[in-house]
């Protein structure tokens, strides 16, 4: 599949001898286009996602969408520091060898992949199925892959502190790295992350949660904050069992949504009425995994991935019990098949 390039220069001859030999070199690997002044490349950022634009530094405009482009690497034509955002932080020489500048290309590209961030949501319709304890396991088996997890508790009764032992002191980084402003250092205050597992979590003041005391304004700030900052490249929010504002709101800005699903009349009765909703259900049905719980050979009538299948488990601590699902049931999640 062809790689949407984006060459931003005010050097019409440079940008266009590079087009003309990445082309001829590389023939349909990229899908180029050439943009020469700074208004130009601002309204192409706002039509929509770029994968990739090489740009010089006097066509940055901090106005512009950052948040559309996937991998943005500024051409240099002398070593200076760079008073750009973090996500510029990749930079080149754009008089390089174009073997080694698009080489760069290549392996940062790679790199940006393998640590995008996904966000899941841990959905069931039916209480009692055991979806904290999938959503924590899930949580975990990324921590122990060496991924930056926050675990995201939107219950109306958050069971968190029934699993994790609040380290001391928030992570250090969490501190360094979000205390820009008033709203930032609140959050970084709400930071906790558990000893055992090093998985980070979201604490809150009261255990109750009114359903209008969030919104889902408010969940998409936090987890774009924890995101662009990199302390997080994996959040896993778990979600109530209602139909909400919120959780609906969720199932959209989840790149996966893990329903957990279990043997009994109720939950496979509910999952399929849920999975019937044609008009809630067609924008996200390819974000769909099943988790079958509490029944390995279970088998349920829908035509979704099944992700994981854990038999009924015994333990007296609910922390050890989503580490044993962490570490024999979860390899197959995004990125962790290949580890």
């Not at 995994?289 to 390995?296: D, E, R």
Request: aromatic residues 10%; contains cysteine; proline residues 4%.
């Amino acid at each position: 599949m062809s790689m949407n390039l984006i060459i931003a220069d005010t050097n019409q001859d440079y940008v266009e001898r590079l087009k003309d030999y990445i082309l001829n070199k590389y023939q349909d690997q990229y899908i180029i286009e050439l943009i020469y002044d700074k208004y130009q490349l601002k309204e192409r950022i706002k039509q929509g996602k770029c994968q990739v634009v090489l740009l010089t530094p006097n066509l940055y405009d901090p106005e512009m969408n950052i948040k559309n482009i996937e991998l943005p690497i500024i051409l240099v034509d002398e070593e200076a520091p760079l008073p750009y955002p973090d996500k510029f932080k990749r930079s080149i020489n754009k008089y390089t060898r174009i073997t080694s500048l698009m080489l760069y290309v290549e392996e940062e590209y790679e790199e940006m992949e393998r640590n995008k961030p996904v966000i899941y949501g841990v959905y069931s319709p039916a209480g009692g199925v055991g979806k904290t304890t999938i959503a924590l396991s899930a949580a975990i088996a990324y921590a122990q892959a060496g991924k930056k997890v926050l675990y995201f508790n939107l219950e109306d009764l958050d069971s968190t502190p029934m699993f994790f032992e609040k380290a001391e002191v928030p992570p250090m980084e969490v501190l360094l790295n979000l205390a820009k402003d008033s709203y930032e250092q609140m959050l970084a205050k709400r930071i906790g992350q558990d000893k055992r597992t090093g998985v980070m979590y979201f604490t809150r003041e009261v255990q109750t949660l009114d359903p209008y005391a969030i919104s889902a304004e408010e969940v998409s700030r936090i987890v774009d904050t924890l995101i662009e900052s990199g302390m997080a490249n994996i959040v896993i929010i778990d979600l109530s069992t209602e139909l909400n504002f919120l959780n609906r709101q969720v199932f959209e800005m989840a790149d996966y949504l893990m329903m957990v699903v279990n043997q009994n009349t109720q939950s496979t009765y509910k999952t399929n009425c849920f999975m019937a909703q044609d008009e809630l259900i067609e924008p996200i049905r390819n974000k769909i995994k099943f988790v079958i719980n509490q029944g390995k050979e279970f088998s349920i009538n829908q035509d979704v991935e099944v992700i994981a299948r854990i038999d009924k488990l015994y333990a007296t601590n609910p922390l050890g019990l989503c580490e044993y699902i962490a570490q024999n049931h979860f390899l197959s999640l995004h990125g962790l098949n290949e580890q």
